[in-house]
């Protein structure tokens, strides 16, 4: 089989196999494993993954042609996913800094977000894509609005994304219309690479009705549901409190969990949600932001153990830059497993493997692209990110699993491939102007930043 | 005044204050600060900080002859600082993962330097040094084994350092002896930059007669003594229980409080040891290693507050790199503020200034240099580390502080200075070969892995 292009003579992490569930008490039985082929080459054809061999088993009548890419000293991972963000917050990165998140969402964000424009959205979003890409972020699943100028700067970038469009119940039909239309038109854009979620924004900003007509329409159009529900216990204990149910039962009564779901934080899922979401654990997913629970003080984190017991995905997300400060999955991946060895007292759980299993193959998952992305796989797209390892923060090493999870630097991340299209060539995008969105952005600071105006788009209350 | 360089038109980090102690209930009378002048110049001679004046104002004359380096676009900050670690671990990176302290000692750490030879404790070391300049860490506070070695890598380097040769009461006097004879030879050497420390291992380990022996040494010697103590609440337990006494008390009842002291970890200290600890608050401090803590899920993290409210300073430390992974203090910084808004319960706590005050102003008192180093003011010595703000990561830029706590990259940082000496310049490292190190490193791992003797250096049983 010919291909367009080889990664040549690299460390190739071709799968993960995540641990065993039940939480069993012997520590090797909870061990999730990395599958990492030494010297292999890894073909690409039509923007897919053609093959993985070892270096030198391919004849070189099937190499005529292809463009080859040094993989010498560099892991080959498949390109990471950022399960929740919403990525044209980059405008409003370090602007609402050490405050609980009542006060984020009420007199910081929601009074600055009366001032977006549609242009500002469209340069949020290139910034955003320039810096996911350049910390090996192939994918990310996107909450927010004027999501038409998200998805054409997706189409220029060459990135993959999976977007939503965010409405509230206090627009009225209209927000769920337009995020019907943006589903019917994009779905499946930009060659594959853009994927629609209808975008309700949270469990408590969109009543049960809508809810339930969210469901229906993405029923019908073929696409799953991406929403705020459980960010906390806090969350949990109140909708309890106010209704009787836990947000997990309002996700499964309005249809939303048959219809397929991606939940993010989940952090106030409770064991009696269980119930709700293991039957459907083939159409769900949970994206983890653990940085932004630290950082707004809250007490309660996703339950990635009690999910994985369940069966239930659980990938890693970042947040918007607003609240995370960083688009960085690296980052994300490393934080969370730090803070679930601490949370459950043991520190022989959430093994690097594990971790690399839930920033892969889990988000892929999550985001429902478990068949597409998040493996080197025969079949799979070419979604690569290739890592050098001769830093001397890496070495001598002696463990790469743990080298990528809690000593890798994003710069060590030198060429990202979409598609089999490098998009990242040593350390460079090659498709994105961002300094023209960071000086268009830096312009509009004083604007974006006014609120004078003493609107809100929303009120925060759980 | 004449200097012999300066960087140009920069934004200068040149002090921090610290927050108010008591935890006022009014958030804003917490707030630390951190004076950061834009478009500012900083002259340097003879290794020291001449002045910081705003660019253009200084005469052509008192510019003639000096190197320039090109300030624009980014921002100078006192070198960093690393509090406690194991600088030559790096040879074991990743060599003991996912599992408790206890077993990381006995069952790996120990074993296997049984191995150590004195060569590898220099390629180790210089590896090490060359990963910290790297990440702006112009002075480590380091604890280990033929400091001798060590202290020969510093020199050649150029970089400063705090160093205390780590010994047990298993060896009888000899590794008093030796901490002392070190002590003697190096204190003050390297043009001032190697500062030297007594390095009993640990409360633990090293008995009240050593402990006390000890006190009386770094005395006379006039130095410092770095040591762990009250690792974590375990420790502190395990004392109460054995003895009767905190580890605080013991280091008070030795004399080492009254003689000095940089406690390592302090995670289990608790409200009634600030009776020891803050009448001597101007000759101790405490370095915290949050990312160790969780990486081996220890429920206690050094008390912050504790001890920012008794005027005890705490520096931020990685720990060595065979638990921690990396030897960054700005992931241990970001890491540090993050885990204290949880523990805390309050997103107000330890903003991005009050995590910059710990890592510069806090860290120089802890590893006993607050004269020296830490700040960037006239007469304080010339170490620097600029960093680059042009990263899509740090983009648009609505908070510095907040920049550089919470979206930083190691590789951002661009230009290194010692005493005034570039000694990471662009990128790159000036006075080491660490493709060396890391070779000689690469060829010695399954020596240094090989447990098969059966033995180790000592029993862990705090």
Sequence with gaps: MTVDLIVSDATVLTRTEPAEAGYPDDPARRRATAELLEHHDLGVADGAIAWVRPTGSTPEEERAG???????????????????????????????????????????????????????????????IGEMLLAGVTTFADHYFSMDEIAKEVLASGARAVLAPTYFSSEGPAGLDRSAAFA???????????????????VYTVDDADLARTARVATELGVRTHLHAAEGMFQTESSLANRGVTPMQVLHDAGLLESGVLIAHGAGITPEDVQWLAPVADRIGVG????????????????VRLLHDAGVPVGIGTDGPASGNTLSVLESMRLLSLVEKQKEADATWLTSAHALDMAT????????????????????????????????????????????????????VRTVLVDGRVLVDEGRLTTIDVQEAIDGLTRRIPQLRDRSHGRRIQDYAP
Tied chains: 1, 2.
Excluded at 185 to 196: L, S, Y
Excluded at 381 to 403: F, K, M, V
């Design 66 to 128: 292809a463009r080859v890419i040094d993989g010498r000293g560099r892991v080959a991972i498949p390109g990471l996913i950022n399960c929740h963000t919403h990525s044209a917050m980059t405008m409003f990165r370090g602007s609402a800094e050490d405050v609980p998140v009542h006060s984020w969402f009420n007199d910081h964000i929601w009074p600055m977000e009366v001032n977006l424009t549609p242009h500002d959205v469209a340069l949020g979003a290139r910034l955003a």
């Design 288 to 303: 983890a932001c653990d940085k932004v629970y630290l950082k707004h003080a809250q007490q309660s984190t996703t339950p």
């Design 184 to 202: 019917a038109e994009w779905h499946g854009a930009a060659d594959g690479r853009i994927t629609a979620m209808m975008g309700p924004h949270a």
């Design 361 to 412: 193959r889990q988000s892929a998952l999550t985001v429902g692209l478990g068949d597409r992305i998040g493996a080197l796989l025969p079949g799979r797209r070419a979604d690569i990110a290739l890592i050098a390892l001769d830093g001397p923060h890496l070495q001598p090493l002696h463990d790469l699993a743990a080298a990528l999870v809690l000593s890798v630097q994003e710069a060590d």
